[in-house]
């Protein structure tokens, strides 16, 4: 079964510190890996995906076939930047399997 | 215009009763996911649609539920005898095309007493 994995439930980190979200997922061919994000009492978000190499908010993710994984980066984390991350990949049709989530807690 | 709507927000029920959670995509979206997600997991696919035509519904946990979207927009989703283990937030998404970018609405949290 095609999985993904969100090895931390809650990463903690002072403003200003680099941080990197941890996602690794079940090889496959060539797969569409995406982050989602959700900030508090707002709905869930497409952050980025694989596909498209951008940098969003200051974020980036490298896909790593070798290692299979798909982390999230920023080298200075921003109080703003406080949610719930969810590491995501498209299977068949589109739907998404996604990873547990990753809560980010940036404290001033 | 509007994004993803689901109504309702909040819903609780008694076990054993019928409930019925309705999305409205974006307008003009061609495809339509259903997931569920029970706290502390990340959402889980339940079914997904393009148009009318119900594409995959490998991930409905049993016969109790069903969903359908009888003219390609609007879609309800219905679990039928609930039970309390069918508590969790149900989250409904749109995209222009099939593999597109996905458009979350806000999610019904259903709750079975």
């Known amino acids: 079964a095609q999985r993904v994995t969100q090895p931390e439930k809650l990463l903690s980190v002072f403003k200003g510190a680099p941080v990197e979200l941890k996602c690794n997922y079940s090889y496959s061919g060539s797969p569409e890996l995406f982050w989602y994000v959700q900030y508090s009492r707002q709905r869930l978000q497409l952050l980025l995906r694989h596909i498209s190499r951008e940098s969003i908010k200051g974020f980036t993710a490298d896909l790593n076939k070798g290692e299979t994984s798909f982390h999230l980066k920023k080298p200075f984390a921003q109080e703003e930047d406080s949610a719930m991350y969810y590491c995501?990949?498209?299977?068949?049709?589109?739907?998404?399997?996604f990873g547990q989530g990753t809560e980010l807690s940036v404290k001033p | 215009g509007a994004g993803v709507s689901q109504s309702p927000r909040y819903k609780v029920t008694k076990r054993g009763q019928d409930v019925a959670l309705r999305c409205d995509p974006i307008s003009g979206h061609v495809s339509l996911y259903w997931y569920r997600q029970a706290l502390g997991q990340g959402p889980e696919f339940l079914t997904y649609?393009?148009?009318?035509?119900?594409?995959?519904k490998s991930g409905l946990p049993n016969d109790r539920f069903s969903a359908e979207r009888p003219e390609g927009s609007i879609s309800t989703l219905t679990i039928q005898r609930t039970e309390q283990r069918d508590s969790a937030m149900y989250r409904c998404?749109?995209?222009?095309?099939?593999?597109?970018?996905?458009?979350f609405g806000p999610g019904t949290r259903l709750t079975v007493l």
């Open positions: 998404a749109s995209s222009q095309q099939q593999g597109g970018e996905q458009f």
């Open positions: 649609f393009n148009y009318e035509a119900q594409q995959d």
């Open positions: 995501a990949r498209e299977n068949q049709g589109g739907k998404l399997i």
